[in-house]
């Protein structure tokens, strides 16, 4: 079956960037996505990017993605301690049947 | 736009009782939602997918009878969790899929709730 995968955790200064990292195996993906999720709150999409693209930029979020490897990555500039939260990568077929990572827990240091 | 609320945020419950969630689309039609459940430090799985006016499709492992989904409305559905014990706490999230033209559906996620079985 489809499969998702993060790093759990991740520890940056305030003000440096963030790199969370996320490998899938269904390579019928057509949308991937990042979530981030605040203690006891619900997703919030952070942002998606359609199969056929490589990068995607918004503000201060880069997301990169080797469809060859079936890496994604979120990139996140000048960290600040706002965004301390847990990241959920997803994939899913035309919008359908999502698959979730674990999860990956930023930490910003001060 | 595109707002899924659920009611309540949190709940306290005796052991045997049953839970009544609400999950609703605010500003949009929604002919599929979708159930989640959420352990602690743990990723979301899907439950279940709820069609409007038809039976709810449940992944392996579930037991329809345990959750019930009825999805009566094309804003509501809701979950029962009938006679509920501890190990049913967790963080329940619904998600509501907006069709749009061309086939890209997208779908919004409710703020969760979370149910803790004394």
């Known amino acids: 079956g489809e499969d998702v995968e993060q790093s759990l955790f991740l520890s940056v200064r305030e003000g440096d960037s963030s790199v969370i990292n996320c490998t899938y195996t269904d390579s019928s993906s057509t949308y991937l996505y990042w979530y981030k999720q605040e203690p006891g709150a619900g997703l919030q999409l952070l942002t998606y990017?359609?199969?056929?693209?490589d990068m995607k930029q918004d503000q201060r979020l880069t997301v990169l993605l080797n469809k060859k490897d079936k890496h994604l990555s979120l990139r996140i500039a000048d960290t600040q301690t706002g965004d301390s939260a847990i990241y959920f990568c997803a994939e899913s077929i035309h919008g359908q049947n999502f698959v979730f990572g674990p999860g990956t827990r930023l930490s910003v240091l001060p | 736009g595109a707002v899924v609320s659920q009611h309540p945020s949190w709940v306290i419950c005796k052991s045997g009782t049953s839970v009544k969630i609400e999950c609703r689309s605010l500003?949009?039609?929604?002919?599929?939602m979708f159930w989640y459940r959420q352990f602690p430090k743990q990723s979301l799985m899907l439950m279940a997918t709820s069609n409007e006016g038809s039976k709810a499709t449940y992944e392996q492992g579930v037991e329809k009878d345990k959750f019930l989904i009825n999805h009566a409305s094309l804003t509501l559905s809701t979950l029962t969790v009938t006679s509920a014990h501890p190990e049913d706490s967790s963080f329940y999230i619904c998600?509501?899929?907006?069709?749009?033209?061309?086939?890209?559906?997208?779908?919004?996620f409710g703020p969760g709730t979370r149910l803790t079985v004394l």
């Open positions: 990017i359609f199969s056929n693209m």
């Open positions: 500003d949009f039609q929604a002919t599929t």
């Open positions: 998600s509501a899929r907006l069709q749009r033209e061309g086939f890209y559906n997208e779908q919004f």
